[in-house]
């Protein structure tokens, strides 16, 4: 599991017309070279009609999947413009189409790379971005005597507190990025002044807005 990531905040579209071409750029994210390349299927059987489906992706846990195409444009005008544009914005585990429905006029070399890069980075601002940070469930208990502490010393540090169970003690479940566990059990018990165990669950991602 990747700690944090960058990623497209939800899957979109944009399209524009360059020299009456119309290019659209479809993206999404995905977790599998597989779940990639369904999704470049799903988009080129909808844009059957169009002369072009070009397309890039990034998967992995270190980025080791990369593959770009360019679906029948000359060589190095469509998939790596597409895939410079996920780079440059830092994205991961993503992937685009990018369609051209032909107009009629020729871009030239340079114009088909500024066009399909173009219309991904668009499609990228306009979409938005989110980091995905690394989460874990952590689980405690505490005597019932702590627990208006707890709870202050949780709201006070913006820990978010998933679940409560009453029984003998109370079990707490909150919700902490990875790289803030240690912290967060040292300085519980400091601040409680007794020895608590704690006992780390589940992974998940919270996704931050990324600021344009």
Sequence with gaps: MKENYRTIRQPGNFSQIIKKSEFICSIARCQSEKEALDFIDQVSNHHNKARHNCFAFIVGLND???RASDNGEPS?????PILNALKQNHLHNVVAVVTRYFGGIKLGTGGLIRAYNGTTVE???????VERIGMNEVQFQVEYSNFEKVKYYLEQHNVQLASTDYA???TLTV???HAEIDHFEDALQNFLGVQLSFVIGKESYADQPVEK
């Excluded at 190095?76 to 790596?80: H, M, P």
């Excluded at 499609?123 to 971005?129: L, S, T």
């Design 64 to 66: 080791q999947i990369q």
């Design 76 to 80: 190095g005008t469509a998939g790596v």
């Design 123 to 129: 499609a990228i601002r306009q979409i938005g971005v």
């Design 168 to 170: 003998a003690k109370i």
């Design 175 to 177: 919700l902490l990025p």
